[in-house]
């Protein structure tokens, strides 16, 4: 079974380091100020010749209130008329992004994130997705991966109607905890009621996927009231679940500096809360994929695990890996080929760009082949969980074990901890071994070192 797992306390606390969640290998971390507009351009010419299919992100940052615990591109305010010269500059940007590339090619993905992307009105909603149907080949037969993420609070019945007749059909629902005391140590008072309203509309209109997010680690969390939050969850029965580990990094991010660090639970504490999840979660029907997600057997990203075609990328494991990657909105990220590109995370500077006719293309990375190997072997290890030699020296024209001949003692270190197998011809990661997988890529991460690690979560 893929989604066996062993938990063995004594090998997390060794292996628990600080490192990246591999959305993308080089990470984000070596972006640089080198890539730019023409970079994209080139990129976009390739993708338009090769007529790849698309994955479409889109930014959306505005918040009408704060979690204290959030570390995403953000603008609060209860101003909604922001919103208005935001779509302005976005939709400046979606034409100035479409003329580049091929009308037919076709929109297999599309993501609305945030902020709260449901933070934009009725009539704003079919503002932007008429513009992006007029300028990008969006699906019109429900075959695709269209997914929007929702704050329960700012979501109806109607809103979810209004969605559907859009053309999404996956919902992503921020919940986090249950806990009233923990959600007002966050600032985000949320019932359980208001969350069944919004999975009973999405059900009822027959969106395909569910998919909830929990955060352990959070300020006044026990093991037991996460506990009953994750069976409170269950009885929902969502489609996909992610159980995120809570970093507490209030030099970073300065809403998190409202948080009383008194009050966080001990690295114990969240292993007990983590292992009870995943107790809970494996009783229930759920699958592990990997990385804190867990998927009901039927799901695609089950499906595709267990068919060895699921993939990794910014919107995290996919089964859309294949298609090109374009970020819309500020600060989002596009993958393209072998470039990586990321537009200015200030919504002023993005804003002023896009009002001169610039796109706001402030830093990326081209990859090199070395890059390419390294993020095929994390790819692999990440999703599947395994690796065999011969398929990355087919693919690269390498003797596997010669051109990581350096990295070979760490990895036999591994195997004698039971977190891997290393045989003749494969790696295998173990039950043991499947929490901390980071760990494991880890070794195969060029920059790693380079790097300070308190820039990343810890692996649990």
């Not at 080198?34 to 790849?52: E, N, P, Y």
């Not at 570390?71 to 302005?88: E, F, H, M, S, W």
């Not at 298609?323 to 909105?329: A, F, N, R, S, T």
Request: aromatic letters at 8%; a negative charge.
């Amino acid at each position: 079974m893929l989604d066996a797992i062993r938990w063995d306390t004594d090998l997390i606390r060794r292996y628990d380091l600080a490192g990246p969640r591999y959305t993308s290998y080089p990470t984000a971390v070596q972006f640089n100020s080198q890539v730019g507009t023409f970079d994209l351009f080139h990129a976009l010419r390739d993708s338009r010749k090769a007529q790849r299919p698309l994955s479409l992100y889109v930014h959306v940052p505005f918040c009408a209130n704060i979690c204290y615990y959030c570390a995403c591109n953000k603008v609060i305010t209860k101003d909604r008329g922001r919103a208005q010269p935001y779509l302005q500059r976005l939709e400046q940007e979606i034409r100035l992004i479409a003329c580049h590339l091929d009308p037919t090619q076709k929109v297999e993905q599309l993501h609305f994130g945030g902020g709260t992307p449901t933070f934009l009105s009725h009539d704003e909603l079919r503002q932007l997705m008429a513009h992006l149907r007029k300028h990008f080949n969006l699906l019109d037969d429900d075959s695709g991966d269209y997914g929007i993420e929702i704050d329960p609070r700012e979501a109806d019945w109607s809103t979810m109607g209004l969605l559907r007749d859009l053309g999404f059909n996956r919902v992503s629902i921020g919940l986090q905890d249950l806990d009233p005391a923990v959600q007002r140590a966050v600032n985000r008072l949320q019932s359980l009621e208001e969350t069944r309203a919004v999975i009973d509309a999405a059900r009822t209109l027959q969106f395909r996927s569910i998919n909830i997010d929990l955060i352990y680690g959070l300020p006044r969390q026990t093991p037991e009231n996460f506990a009953r939050t994750v069976e409170e969850v269950i009885r929902l029965q969502p489609d996909r679940l992610s159980v995120f580990n809570y970093a507490h990094l209030p030099e970073r991010f300065m809403p998190q500096r409202r948080i009383n660090s008194n009050e966080l639970p001990t690295p114990a504490q969240k292993l007990e809360m983590l292992q009870r999840t995943i107790e809970q979660l494996i009783s229930a029907g759920y699958r592990y994929i990997g990385m804190d997600h867990f998927a009901l057997p039927d799901d695609e990203l089950a499906i595709a695990q267990e068919e060895s075609t699921l993939q990794r990328n910014f919107q995290g494991y996919t089964t859309h890996g294949h298609c090109d990657l374009i970020g819309l909105g500020v600060s989002a990220i596009s993958q393209i080929g072998d470039l990586y590109c990321q537009n200015s995370s200030d919504l002023n500077h993005y804003q002023n760009a896009l009002a001169s006719m610039q796109l706001a293309t402030s830093r990326g990375l081209l990859c090199n082949a070395d890059d390419r190997l390294r993020r095929a072997v994390i790819q692999q290890l990440i999703c599947h969980f395994s690796l065999e030699y011969a398929d990355i020296e087919q693919a690269f024209n390498i003797d596997f074990q010669g051109y990581f001949g350096e990295l070979w003692p760490q990895l036999q270190d591994m195997a004698k901890d039971g977190l891997i197998e290393l045989d003749r011809d494969r790696i295998t990661i173990l039950p043991a071994g499947r929490l901390l997988v980071r760990s494991v890529c880890m070794v195969f991460d060029a920059y790693l070192e380079q790097h300070s690690r308190q820039r990343f979560s810890r692996v649990i």
